[in-house]
């Protein structure tokens, strides 16, 4: 039984073990496997590391990563999990129908790079024929163009839904209208965070050099077999001269005690010779040793081919979060428009407030008049030999001109003091 694959219970019935998953694997050749595996077996196949394969958890919520590491490439984006090797692509969610259309397109991808070497085997890269980008550049590839077409595909939906409900609120402020811009400014905020989190990944892998040269996975293991057979060239090297050595140094024997004094004085100094001479081809060895050492390195730090990959999906990425960000400033600027909208409709209601306050006062003090004539008191005015019918008018007649004279003067006050409009 293999660890963390399967298990067989006592009834005969398998059943997964804990953290088994189905990976869907791409190899070099374009063809598909969907692999039941655990996160051991991941592991051991990719040579990641537990907190790597974490970030791909379905279950947790990761923001988009991309990783390079010394054998894979750990990749987040939105709806695309997947790992990449030098030579396959472990995809975790095939099954998702918004994954579908990817996998087809990296299957054609992978199929299209495959034709492309096995046309052009060994390729000569002083000539000025298009370069084929490395396997996992291509499956990079395809899974930066999904994210962000998925992204921009959103950012262009929600802004053909935004224009017109913010249109329409303008035009008319309702219950209704508001609730569909408060969904459409929640989408916008969540929209944004996730391309801006996107965004911010690229930059970071653009600004730095040593990042972007981890993901050369094919140079590395070529480099890595580049090494493997140096290292065994020189060690087959070292066997043949030690087994020569002895030979070429052995002094000759003489009986005479002079000569053999000489002879022996020689032969110390031919083998003090050798020893310098290996001394000076060891540090030779060394030093191309460490020529080639460098060039390795200098070769991976020259990451201009994966740099202007990168650079065009993060052009495209920052046009999708500059859309989105002049669609904030639309949203932004309708709702200082409602806000003024409504600041001034509240101003044209403290206003009639102040108008009717202002006429109920003057309305009180025709009220005392009233309530003065109505008191039970014996004046001329109500004895019917001395006034009549039109005295009555002009008593009435004057305190209602009185009054509205004292709400027009109280009216122009309250527009001299720019109270009122």
């Not at 916008?188 to 970071?204: F, M, N, P, S, W």
Request: charged share 25%; aromatic share 6%; proline share 3%.
């Amino acid at each position: 039984m293999r660890g963390g694959e399967e298990r067989s219970t006592g009834t005969g019935i398998r059943k997964k073990g804990t953290g088994v998953r189905a990976w869907l694997v791409l190899d070099g050749r374009g063809e598909t496997e969907v692999m039941e595996a655990g996160k051991h077996a991941i592991m051991r196949r990719t040579g990641l590391p537990a907190r790597d394969l974490r970030i791909l958890d379905p279950l947790l919520s990761y923001p988009s990563t991309l990783l390079g590491r010394e054998r894979a490439i750990v990749i987040n984006l939105e709806h695309i999990k997947a790992i990449i090797t030098a030579h396959e692509v472990l995809l975790l969610n095939s099954r998702d129908p918004s994954v579908t259309p990817f996998v087809h397109e990296l299957q054609q991808r992978i199929f299209r790079h495959h034709s492309s070497k096995l046309q052009d085997p060994d390729p000569d890269p002083d000539s000025d024929a298009i370069k084929i980008l490395p396997f996992e550049f291509v499956a990079l590839e395809a899974c930066l163009e999904a994210a962000c077409s998925v992204l921009e595909n959103e950012a262009k939906t929600l802004e053909q839904e935004a224009h017109p409900a913010l249109d329409k609120l303008t035009s008319k402020i309702s219950t209704l209208n508001l609730e569909r811009v408060r969904q459409i400014k929640s989408r916008l905020v969540a929209i944004t965070g996730r391309v801006q989190k996107v965004r911010d990944e690229l930059e970071h892998l653009l600004d730095d050099d040593e990042d972007m040269a981890e993901m050369y996975l094919t140079d590395k293991l070529a480099e890595q077999h580049l090494e493997t057979s140096s290292a065994s060239s020189i060690n087959e090297d070292d066997d043949e001269q030690n087994l020569l050595q002895p030979d070429r140094t052995a002094p000759e024997i003489s009986f005479e005690t002079g000569r053999g004094y000489e002879d022996h004085h020689n032969a110390d100094n031919s083998a003090d010779q050798m020893f310098g001479a290996s001394n000076v081809l060891g540090r030779d060895s060394h030093g191309t040793r460490d020529s080639t050492t460098f060039s390795a390195v200098t070769k991976q730090l020259d990451v201009e081919e994966l740099e202007m990959l990168l650079e065009a999906y993060f052009v495209q990425i920052d046009g999708t979060l500059n859309k989105l960000s002049t669609l904030r400033e639309y949203v932004d600027d309708t709702e200082d428009y409602i806000n003024i909208m409504l600041d001034d409709k509240q101003n044209h209601l403290l206003q009639m407030g102040v108008m009717l306050t202002t006429a109920t006062l003057v309305v009180s003090a025709f009220v005392v008049v009233a309530g003065i004539f109505g008191m039970n008191i014996h004046i001329e005015l109500f004895d019917s030999d001395k006034a009549g019918m039109t005295q009555f008018l002009w008593t009435v007649g004057g305190s209602t001109a009185g009054t509205i004279f004292l709400y027009v003067v109280a009216i122009a006050w309250c527009k001299h003091k720019r109270l009122l409009e």
